[in-house]
């Protein structure tokens, strides 16, 4: 199994996480790593002297238990904290050349290391809505692993005003769908997908907005009734909990930190970020490029080394449905 790795924003901590947290999955998978070449250098020499690595120069030669390293440019060295469009530049090169590895059906999966959207520059809404356009899928959605639970977002990077005046009867039936098609084609039976409400008390029969009785519930009862297995709406404050104990698998979050914030708190660098809707497995860690830290050696690599984890578990469960 080949998986590739990018390299994110060089003036980043992502290649410091991603060089320090390999070593233990090297003899796993055959893994590549996308970036530049004196960027990479610099961060090997920094925090992981003693990796096994060669340079590649095409997918055919990675090997299991070194780390292959493809060069996407020969500039040099950038500053570690100063991102600049050069780096969010050479962040989008390393994410281009292994979204066209995985895209080919070379690469199992893809992990991405984590960069600017706003360095990368006007137009680019993110990793998700960019590897979506480029493997030429027809819809995509952002979920978060967790070991007891995972959360689907129905809105992303949206302000609240502009996600809940988004959320239609059907957006929420077409996401619903595509949960229940990707769960079952990594091999889960039928998941149990909950529908977290957008008001305090799923809206209290519209005392407290009609949201959730005008357009998250027709979607819950149509879904349920073409035969997924989707309840809801439920009211925010205990259905993740509900999801943690045991009782759904997946919650369907309507906004970002409605969702993301009980992921952070149940599971503080261990939850991965899962793209549901490309043709390959891809993940990444549930953080930012944390330009303050970045070449001081101190950050941490939990979030990576989950989303290697689950790279690993996707792709095989992947391959496994296919045999």
């Not at 949960?179 to 209290?204: C, K, M």
Request: with cysteine; glycine share 12%.
């Amino acid at each position: 199994m080949k998986i590739g790795i990018t390299a994110g924003d060089p003036a980043g901590i992502g290649l410091e996480i991603i060089l320090k947290g390999i070593p233990s999955f090297l003899s796993r998978a055959a893994w590549v790593l996308f970036g530049e070449t004196a960027d990479f250098e610099a961060n090997l020499h920094r925090f992981a002297p003693d990796l096994p690595w060669s340079p590649i120069t095409d997918l055919e030669s990675v090997q299991t238990g070194r780390l292959g390293f493809s060069s996407i440019g020969n500039g040099p060295a950038v500053p570690w904290g100063q991102g600049t469009t050069e780096t969010g530049r050479r962040a989008l090169a390393a994410l281009e050349a292994g979204g066209q590895g995985a895209r080919s059906g070379e690469l199992a999966a893809l992990v991405t290391a984590p960069l600017s959207k706003e360095l990368v520059g006007p137009g680019f809404s993110g990793q998700t809505g960019f590897l979506r356009a480029h493997s030429g899928s027809a819809r995509a959605a952002m979920a978060f692993f967790t070991r007891s639970f995972k959360v689907v977002l129905a809105t992303t990077h949206l302000s609240l005003r502009d996600a809940v005046s988004s959320l239609s009867r059907s957006s929420y039936v077409d996401l619903i769908g595509l949960i229940d098609s990707e769960f079952q084609r990594y091999g889960y039976d039928r998941p149990r997908i909950a529908v977290a409400a957008v008001n305090p008390h799923a809206g209290e029969g519209g005392m407290f907005g009609t949201e959730d009785d005008l357009i998250l519930k027709p979607a819950v009862l149509e879904c349920g009734a073409g035969g997924i297995r989707v309840s809801g709406p439920y009211p925010a404050d205990s259905v993740y909990q509900r999801a943690h104990a045991g009782e759904f698998d997946i919650v369907l979050a309507p906004y970002h930190d409605q969702g993301l914030i009980p992921v952070k708190l149940i599971a503080p660098r261990s939850a991965a970020n899962v793209t549901l809707g490309l043709p390959y497995v891809r993940t990444s860690p549930d953080h930012g490029t944390a330009f303050a830290i970045a070449g001081l050696g101190t950050a941490e690599t939990g979030g990576m080394e989950t989303a290697f984890e689950w790279a690993l578990e996707l792709a095989s469960r992947l391959e496994g449905t296919k045999t």
